[in-house]
C-alpha cells in the first residue's frame, strides 16, 4: 500500500524502533490503548502483544480492509476521524501509541490533553523540531510548550532517523513521552489564561509589556506596574516565563481578562 503524502502517512517497520515507542508508553497488560492512524498495522501487531486491548482509530478507508485481516480479539478497529472521536468512550487511565502524521500534532495534542478523559500516558513519534518545542525550558517557551506542560510533563525519548521511514520524510522524528498530570499546574478559567498567553506570545520579538499590553487593550504602564510587582523584569519576553511566573500573572490580571 502507497502512503499517501495528503494524510502525511509514513510507514515505519524498524521493530526495535518501534518497540522503542511501546516502551515510551509503557504498556502493561492492564492497559487499554489507543492507536492514532494505525496505517499497515506493524505498531498494532506489537501492541497486541503487550496491552490487554488495543482501539486503533484510522481515517483512510484504504486501510481498513487491510487492517481487518489482524485476527485478535484484543483488536477493536474503528473507522473514524480521530479529531470527531469522543474519547469519553475509554477507560480511565488508558494510553496512548501512535506514529502519528506531522501535520495533526499540535491539534491531537491539544484534543487529547484538554479532553475530560484525558490518557494517562502517550507516547507519540512527531517531528523531532516538534518534539524539541513541546519539551522547552524558560528562554525558549512557545505556546506549544506551555499548553502541554500546562496539563502535561513531556520528555524526547529518543530519535528515529528519517531513512527509516517508507517513504523517508524530510526530517528526523522524536518519541515524545507525555506523562499527563492527575490535574493541571494550577487552577484557571481555561479561556481566560490561553488568552493571556497568546497574547504574551502574539508577537515574540516584543518583550512582554508590550505584547500583552496591545494583546488585552491594556496600557503598557499598567502591565509594566505589575511585572515590578512579580518582580519580573519589564524588559523579559514570554518565551522566558517559568509556569509559576504565568500563574503570577495569571492571578493579577485574571479579572481584566
Known amino acids: 500500500m502507497l502512503a499517501k503524502k495528503s494524510l502525511g502517512q509514513h510507514w515505519l517497520f524498524d521493530e526495535p524502533t518501534l518497540q522503542k515507542v511501546i516502551e515510551a508508553g509503557e504498556v502493561s497488560g492492564d492497559d487499554t490503548v489507543l492507536e492514532v492512524g494505525p496505517g499497515l498495522g506493524t505498531l498494532t501487531d506489537l501492541l497486541l502483544q503487550k496491552a490487554k486491548k488495543v482501539i486503533a482509530v484510522e481515517a483512510d478507508g484504504d486501510l481498513i480492509e487491510g487492517l481487518k485481516k489482524i485476527n485478535n480479539s484484543k483488536l477493536q478497529l474503528e473507522y473514524a476521524d480521530i479529531m470527531k472521536y469522543d474519547l469519553r468512550v475509554f ?24 479532553s475530560p478523559n484525558p490518557p494517562s500516558l502517550a507516547a507519540l ?8 518545542r513541546v519539551t522547552a525550558k524558560p528562554g525558549q517557551m512557545s505556546v506549544l510548550a506551555f499548553s502541554v506542560q500546562y496539563y502535561a510533563k513531556p520528555t524526547v525519548r529518543g530519535f528515529v532517523a528519517k531513512e527509516l521511514f517508507e517513504p ?7 518519541i515524545l513521552q507525555i506523562r499527563v498530570r492527575s490535574k493541571p499546574c494550577f487552577e484557571a478559567d481555561k479561556n481566560k489564561l490561553f ?26 504602564e499598567e502591565i509594566s506596574s505589575i511585572l515590578r510587582a512579580m518582580d519580573i ?16 500573572l495569571y492571578t493579577s490580571l485574571s479579572t481584566q481578562l
Open 233 to 248: 523584569d519589564s524588559n523579559a519576553r514570554a518565551q522566558e516565563l517559568t509556569m509559576e511566573q504565568w500563574q503570577a
Open 125 to 132: 513519534l512527531v517531528q523531532k523540531e516538534v518534539a524539541e
Open 91 to 114: 477507560p480511565k487511565g488508558y494510553k496512548v501509541v501512535a506514529n502519528i502524521p506531522y501535520y495533526l500534532t499540535s491539534n491531537l495534542l491539544r484534543m487529547l490533553l484538554e
Open 195 to 220: 488568552r493571556l498567553v497568546k497574547a504574551g506570545f502574539g508577537e515574540r520579538r516584543k518583550q512582554l509589556r508590550n505584547s500583552l499590553a496591545g494583546g488585552l487593550q491594556l496600557t503598557t
Open 168 to 174: 523517508a520524510p524530510k526530517v528526523d522524528s522524536a
